[in-house]
C-alpha cells in the first residue's frame, strides 16, 4: 500500500493523527479478515459468514444436508433447513405420506389431521363419513342439512307442517312454522278471527287483544268506551284520556281556574 508523502506544514498535527489512524484501521482490517469455509458465504452485513442452501453449520464448518425421501430444501439457516414435500409430515426426521380417507383431500396443513372431507361428508373416526340427509331435505353446508319448505325438523327427520285455516307457512323463525292471517291469531293449533269491538280496529300485534281503539275512545278488556271530555279540556295526545285547556288546571274530573 503506497504511503502518504508528509510535508510540512500542509496539515495540521490532528489532520496527520486521523490519517494516521484511518491506514493503521486498514492495516488491523486486513490482518483481522475472517476465514469463510468452503460451502459458504459472508453475511451482506459483513459480520461473519452463513453456510450455502443445502448445507448446515457444524464446527466451523460447512456439511452437506441429508434430506431424508419426499423433503425439500428451504434455504434456512435456521431449523432443520428442509420440509416435508406436499402431502408428507415430519415424523422422527423423516416424512411419511399422510394418509387421506375416502371422500377427502389435503388442505396443505400438517397442523391436525392435514385433511378435510368433500362437501356432504363429515369427519368420524378418522373417515369421511356421508351426512345423512332426510327425505323432505337437502344439504344447507358441508356437513349439514335443511328441511324444505313446508316441512320442520323433528329429531332427525323432516315433519310436514300443519298449516291451519286462515294461516301460511311462516318465513321467518317460528316453532310450529306458520303463522296466521291478519285478522286472525293463534290458539293452539288453529287461527281464530280477532273479534274488533265498535270503535275499534285491527292493531295487527301478536301481542295484546290485537286491536285498539280509535282516538277519543278508551279500551275495555272487550270494548271501546268514548272518552268522557270536561268543559274547558280536550282529547289528549295519546287519544284514549283529555287534558284541559290553558290556563286550566285538572282537579278532580273538571278543568278549573287557578
Partial sequence: MRRP?????AYGSASILLLFLVEAGGLCAQTRAVRIPAHAHAQPSGAGWVCDSGFKERAGTCEPLSLPAHAY??????GRGWECSFGHRE????????????NGYLTGSTVGTGWRCNRGYVQRNGTCAAVNVPQNAYLSGDDSWKCNRGYKIAGDSCALIRVPEHGY?????????????????????????????SNGYLSGS???????????????????VAVNVPKNAHIAYSGDGWECNRPYNKKNEACVLP
Avoid at 508523502?5 to 506544514?9: H, N, P, S, V
Avoid at 426426521?93 to 375416502?102: D, F, L, N, S, T
Avoid at 318465513?171 to 274488533?196: H, L, Q
Fill in 5 to 9: 508523502t508528509w510535508r510540512r506544514g
Fill in 73 to 78: 430444501v428451504t434455504g434456512s439457516s435456521f
Fill in 91 to 102: 415424523e422422527k426426521g423423516a416424512c411419511q405420506v399422510m394418509a387421506v380417507p375416502e
Fill in 169 to 197: 307457512l311462516s318465513e321467518t323463525f317460528s316453532t310450529v312454522g306458520w303463522s296466521c292471517e291478519r285478522g286472525y291469531r293463534e290458539d293452539g293449533k288453529d287461527c281464530v278471527a280477532v273479534k274488533v269491538p
Fill in 206 to 224: 301478536s301481542y295484546g287483544p290485537g286491536w285498539k281503539c280509535i282516538r277519543g275512545y278508551r279500551a275495555t278488556p272487550s270494548d271501546c
